[in-house]
């Protein structure tokens, strides 16, 4: 048997694999996979250099299947290479309980670097991977000692080079002259609603030469020759990300959907399915069949990941003796240990007497603090950083100053800061951050949500929280975003109040190692809550607390968080000189306060007592769960507007007499 | 006084009424009109084709300012060529109640086409008032009767070029020809993180080209001769947008802040701003001043508009004359009027004994019939047609096949599309519609908002809106976007549960002319809710009504959504056999509800009935307030699964007998 013809035979063994998948669960895209089989065979046969034994083995090549829908490729990919994941988890494709989803799923699946299926951000998670190689090359890497030095490679299909998100990164990626990332781009010219020419008729090439990127090709992406030399070239062009554009041809080998947008998003059929095998002569007709020679083939990929992965070992061994404070440092950061006392310079910075001050810029210097102590602590904003306090003082700009600064400048690309977020926490050795204005939360929902659901720590920093921005307007004042994050499953919301209750979350953010959090930040200046007269903000770790209360038991319960806590607290104040005794309730976080035991919810919030106002600055949707629905809950059920934003809280009625008021309404009511 | 001369006082009252207005107003952005109002100038004052006295004439060239953050160069403008707009009104920059805010916003100011801010949008914006333009063009113009003839302009900035839905409509405007859109690029090389090298060092002028643009430039953009002849070179490429690239000075003339990220979102304070008029010659240190020739040259816009709109009338009238039919229904989708029995289709789509039908499929039948009626039915999807099912059969592919076509092909750009139907729907004539799946909300989030915000007619159609898709896994499933949509103030939102709902559902969006509707379809097959058995579906137009009851008073109310409709039913029926009286209402919109007589909305779930249920295959957030705290919301607190969609319902818990033995419990509990 010549070479060319074990090729083709994995090849095919790959391609029927996903076509029978898709055919047993009556659902899938045998499309991708049947055109791209043969990129994807060879990148993996010729170039990945990974270890199926250990799928989390710190030097392995990054492999992102940016077009998710082709998951069952990668499932043959991972299962004929020998991942830990049999035959028969390929027959459950897309059922209950399988470790093969419909979509590639991070955590689910070993071996899957990234949770993708939405288009656009496995392009951008890949840059993100290469921005943490790159970060901590440069940091950790020594004379002769090449401890992290691996390429992220990427697919890539029509769809994703559409999406927005793409076109970001892929602009931060040539900025940031990042050579060891090579996609390849599967061109086969068809999208769902037909040919790609009735809305995609840019020229990919030019556009990805104007980012700065080295583009090879086009070539014919089911050559193997012509792949195998394409992607040569594209690890020679040092300096420059690489793109390679393949044609292909989705469906290819279906004699009836070939080339057309019927072999996307559905089964074949059996009677297709049959003469595509036919047609690419393949002699098995029975589903599922490997041939013996392809799986020892294919299984050759263990012998050279263990013989990787050990001579990375070795050198690793080496680096520890020569280099054992980096070494040890390095391997702390790539398992995300946090040193015992990691928080200690927290404590000192500021003072109680300070004056007011923004919890923006409170977060500014915690950050600032936290970088002297993790030196995995790495992010940037999308060109607000005077803005959202997050620059790192003294650590440099990445890619710009040098590849070892901490400040990433993503420009003005919240969705490609999210997603290259993600992408730096999956590969491990950073902890990343991003900032903007939290109304720019909505420019970067798939993200946030994606790393909630692979579990991934990320800290989302939304600045400028309310209509206390002021007169940038309603444009820019979030009302429904706070909503919008607590309603993500698994991301941790803290809107703190004060400089106090800052620090505590980021505390809660650092230690909070497998989910991301959005840290919600005021732009206006606010009181220091006073730490002897009031509960300690250390309180914030159980999401809410009695913060002061003018006697016990109270007639009411005012709930507040972030800035309007002091509204709050006033209003607090106003009744008790009325002879009404309020408790006023810090609720900065409800899936903390949510995740107490109800006898710690019921000390806070006593079931009994029903008389209940809570103040926020925003969509006042969902407060019935902490007021009740005799409660009332005060917030803005309208756009905000532009005007001083002292000025819109009065106009707008958020303010302490109002809530003074209400609260006196819903008592007289009881009464 | 020489030409040049006139022309540079004009440009400096422009760039002083701003630099006034943010001093006053001691907050906003007064490094842009610096650099940017000699082009500004040049195109308002050499081409823009507008009539002050009339900003709503349905010919005049658009013009929008992409960064919403130069409004004030934008209201000097306006006041200056003699719009509805006073200079005591730009005194009152950014303070409540004034027309003047800080972005500029669509209905608040005379002669503003559109709400921009959010950096991007208006770029799409501009796209969709482009598509718009030439769609009616293709249907109304005659030979030798030019009814709609206009240009679009933008000035866009370079985070607008930054932002991925630029790119997005970019894109799409290249692939679609839009021979009638410019827009001048203020290129600054200065953003607020410092030069835009730093993160943004792709070749503009490439990028673009690859798009299939026109590029003029680099040009300088304060060089009035060469903004002129950049200008006219774009008029003339026929057939390609034009990106006008305008070299600026950000804050040009301050001699401190002149090109730096200084310049940009902040005052200059007094002394700079006493030295930049110095700089610039500009004799009047006085706040506010507009020398009385710079006022008559300007106000000229007044006469030249008027002369333009009249030539225009009487060619109308001519129209009017020899296309009686066409001039009648231009006039009436002009003002997006609708024919008193526009629906007349909408009650023959399926018969009441036809099995079970998907809400997207049924929602392509009402959109067919719809088109029949409605010329300026004009909408797409983000590649997702077939599985959106929004394809208008009869009436082509805009820009492919014609420019007559209604089906637009967005291409896998949700955000861009969001954004290309507010620019649409603003232009008028048109009423656009989008569609996608319900989880790429999130990538549209913006646009969706800024409809919101703005009060324009468009429709979102959302389908797969739930686990109910099945084997596409958590990465496709819904879970937070149902309450995002409804967290969004001025959106009516609406899920359907079954085709006869659909119908009233989208009786209530085309009727819906002062803000968009989000329609949210299952992709599952739902049975047809029996007509004569059940209420009927009109009950929807109020947002939620008693679908059916068991007897009366009930005991316990089961409230659901959309396809939860059925299994709420179901329940009822289950509790029936066991004894309970149990009421079943459907509430397909939260928003056409609370917007009920407190009356009507005590009659369906009256406040001594406290056993309540609900089911929807969401996030429970907010359910609180139709069920009581002490009520039941079945819902999702997490992500789905990738499994089919029936086998997911069941192992989540979205079943009849769940809901039946929750209410059952909390009947014990009751008694």
New interface residues.
């Given amino acids: 048997m010549t070479a060319t013809s074990i090729d083709e035979l994995c090849i095919n063994t790959m391609r029927f694999l996903a076509v029978d998948a898709v055919e047993k669960?009556k659902?899938?895209h045998p499309g991708t996979p049947l055109g791209a089989a043969p990129m994807a065979y060879v990148l993996w046969d010729r170039f990945l250099k990974h270890n199926p034994a250990d799928p989390k083995w710190v030097n392995r090549d990054r492999f992102v299947l940016s077009c998710?829908?082709a998951s069952a490729m990668l499932y043959a990919l991972l299962y004929l290479t020998g991942y830990d994941l049999l035959l028969e988890e390929i027959k459950q494709f897309?059922?209950?309980?399988?470790r093969t989803?419909?979509?590639v799923?991070y955590g689910t699946t070993p071996g899957v670097e990234t949770?993708?299926?939405?288009?656009g951000q496995g392009f951008a998670n890949g840059v993100g991977m290469a921005i943490a190689e790159r970060s901590l090359a440069e940091h950790y890497n020594q004379p002769d000692h090449e401890i992290i030095d691996h390429y992220t490679y990427a697919i890539v299909s029509?769809?994703?080079l559409?999406?927005?998100?793409?076109?970001?990164a892929a602009?931060?990626a040539?900025?940031l002259r990042l050579g060891k990332l090579i996609y390849l781009y599967d061109d086969n010219d068809v999208?769902?609603?037909g040919s790609?020419?009735?809305?995609?008729?840019?020229?990919?090439?030019?556009?990805f030469?104007?980012?700065?990127w080295h583009v090879v090709g086009p070539i014919d992406g089911m050559d193997i020759p012509s792949v195998e030399s394409a992607i040569k070239m594209a690890q020679a062009a040092e300096g420059r990300p690489s793109l390679i554009i393949c044609h292909t041809i989705i469906g290819y080998g279906s004699p009836n959907k070939a080339g057309t947008?019927a072999a996307h998003?559905e089964p074949l059929g059996a009677e297709e399915t049959r003469l595509t095998k036919e047609n690419l002569r393949w002699p098995y007709q029975e589903p599922f069949t490997v041939p013996p020679e392809v799986l020892a083939h294919f299984r050759q990929a263990r012998e050279r990941g263990s013989r990787w992965q050990e001579e990375w070992q070795v050198r690793m061994e080496t680096y520890h003796m020569a280099y054992p404070e980096e070494a040890r440092q390095l391997d702390e950061e790539l398992r995300g240990d946090l040193l015992p006392d990691w928080d200690r310079e927290l404590a000192v910075l500021f003072s109680d007497n300070e004056g007011p001050i923004a919890t923006r810029e409170t977060s500014g210097r915690v950050m600032n603090a936290i970088a002297k102590r993790i030196h995995s602590f790495t992010g940037g904003?999308a060109?607000?950083?005077?803005?959202t306090r997050t620059l790192l003082r003294e650590y440099g700009?990445y890619?710009?100053d040098e590849y070892r600064g901490h400040n990433m400048?993503?420009?003005?690309?919240e969705?490609?800061m999210g997603a290259i977020a993600n992408g730096m926490a999956l590969h491990g050795g950073i902890i990343p951050y991003t900032g903007t204005f939290l109304?720019?939360y909505?420019?970067m929902?798939?993200p946030v949500?994606?790393a909630?659901?692979m579990g991934i720590r990320v800290v989302y920093i939304f600045t400028h929280d309310s209509i206390g921005l002021?007169?940038?307007?309603?444009?820019?004042q979030p009302?429904?975003q706070l909503?919008?994050l607590?309603?993500?499953?698994?991301l941790v919301t803290i809107r703190p109040a004060d400089a106090h209750e800052t620090v505590e979350a980021w505390k809660v953010a650092i230690e909070h190692r497998d989910g991301p959090t959005a840290l919600v930040l005021s732009r206006q200046k606010l009181p220091v809550l006073d730490q002897t007269e009031l509960a300690p903000a250390a309180g914030l770790r159980r999401g809410g607390y009695i913060l002061w209360e003018a006697a016990q038991p109270p007639d009411v319960i005012i709930i507040g968080t972030g800035s309007e806590v002091h509204i709050a607290l006033e209003s607090g104040k106003i009744l008790q000189e009325k002879g009404v005794s309020a408790r006023v309730v810090s609720l900065p976080s409800w899936e903390l306060f949510d995740a107490q035991p109800e006898e710690y919810r019921h000390e806070v919030l006593p079931p009994d007592i029903g008389v209940r106002v809570s103040i926020e600055a925003a969509?006042p949707?969902?407060w019935?769960?902490y007021v009740?629905?005799e409660g009332i809950a005060i917030g803005?059920?309208?756009?905000g507007?532009?005007?001083?934003g002292e000025?819109?809280y009065e106009?707008l009625g958020l303010d302490a007499h109002h809530v003074a008021a209400e609260a006196e309404k819903l008592l007289r009511r009881k009464i």
Same sequence: chains 1, 2.
Avoid at 636 to 639: C, H, I
Avoid at 641 to 644: D, R
Wanted: hydrophobic letters at 30%.
């Fill in positions: 669960a659902s899938g998710g829908h897309r059922q209950w309980g399988s989803p419909g979509h799923e949770t993708t299926g939405p288009l029509d769809g994703d559409q999406e927005g998100v793409a076109s970001e602009s931060l040539g900025t999208s769902i609603e790609t020419s009735i809305a995609f008729a840019e020229n990919v090439a030019q556009r030469q104007a980012y700065g947008s998003g904003s060109d607000l950083a005077p803005s700009s890619g710009f400048h993503f420009g003005v690309r969705h490609a109304i720019f909505d420019y929902r798939p949500r994606l909630a659901l002021g007169e940038d307007g309603p444009t820019h009302v429904e909503i919008g607590r309603s993500v499953p698994g969509s949707l969902g019935e769960r009740g629905v803005l059920s309208r756009f507007a532009s005007a001083p000025v819109i106009k």
